[in-house]
Each structure stands twice: as structure tokens, then as C-alpha cells.
């Protein structure tokens, strides 16, 4: 949900006088203190769940997925960077980080799918009900805006 949540970061930001550096910090920031709850709340599970503390291996384990998802949620600050370095404009560096957010989504469904050992159908068609929640936001945004 990383990416959910920069993509809502984006999404208050866009129109505003945020540069593209501030953006990637408040993105960056928002993603790692969201996943830092995250771990923070599975820990305390953990202790209330199991009364004792996890080991460090449990929590080497339970860091893992904060971390993949903080890296694929900062998959949308990269057109920000390239808008800093005025290799594009801020306002192409929006619309192709919520394209880029809304492909990670649908990749990590998709992956996650597959994995869990649905057949590739049903992998897409979970996919495709992602995408279309994606892309009916992506609507929303264009009719306020």
C-alpha cells in the first residue's frame, strides 16, 4: 500500500506550489513513515499475539516487505527527480508518476497472484479490476482538476 499512499501524496501536491524536490521528499518521507507504522504495528501484534518479544531473525523477516514496498512506492518519485534536473516538466512529471504508480499496483497484483497460485486468468482479472479502480481515480482527477 506504499504506493497508494504516494500516489495520494502526488495527488494533494499536484496543482500546488510544491517544487519537484519537495515533492519527492514529502513522497519519500510519507512512504517510510507509513511503512515504519507498519512494521511498528506488526511488532506490537506480535508481542501482544505471542507474549514475548520476536527474535531478530522474526524481525529481519518483517522488515522485508516495508522495504520492497517503500522501494516499489518510490518508483513514482522518479519522473519528480527528472523534473528537479529539468529534464521534464513538473506537469508531465504528474501524469506520468500516476501512470507509472497505477503500472506498479497492477505489477504487484498481478506478481502476488501468481505467487499465491492463481492461474494467469485469474491473475489478470484480478489485475484488471486494480487497474480500472486505478484508472477510474485517474478519471476523477482529470473531471476536479
Not at 505471542?50 to 527474535?55: G, N, V
Request: charged share 10%; with cysteine; hydrophobic share 60%.
Amino acid at each position: 500500500y506504499g504506493t497508494i499512499i504516494a500516489l495520494a501524496i502526488i495527488a494533494t501536491l499536484d496543482g500546488g506550489s510544491a517544487g519537484a524536490g519537495e515533492i519527492v521528499a514529502a513522497v519519500v518521507g510519507g512512504v517510510i513513515a507509513a511503512q515504519l507504522a507498519e512494521l511498528y504495528a506488526g511488532y506490537l501484534a506480535e508481542v501482544i499475539r505471542e507474549q514475548r518479544h520476536p527474535t531478530r531473525a522474526q524481525l529481519r523477516v518483517a522488515a522485508t516487505d516495508p522495504a520492497a514496498g517503500t522501494v516499489a512506492a518510490c518508483v513514482t518519485t522518479v519522473p519528480f527527480v527528472l523534473a528537479a534536473a529539468d529534464a521534464i516538466e513538473l506537469d508531465a512529471a504528474f501524469d506520468i508518476a500516476f501512470w507509472a504508480g497505477l503500472g506498479v499496483l497492477v505489477g504487484y497484483t498481478m506478481l502476488a497472484n501468481r505467487l499465491a497460485g492463481l492461474r494467469g486468468l485469474q491473475s489478470a482479472i484480478a489485475a484488471a479490476v486494480v487497474l480500472a479502480i486505478g484508472l477510474a481515480l485517474v478519471a476523477l482527477k482529470a473531471f476536479v482538476h
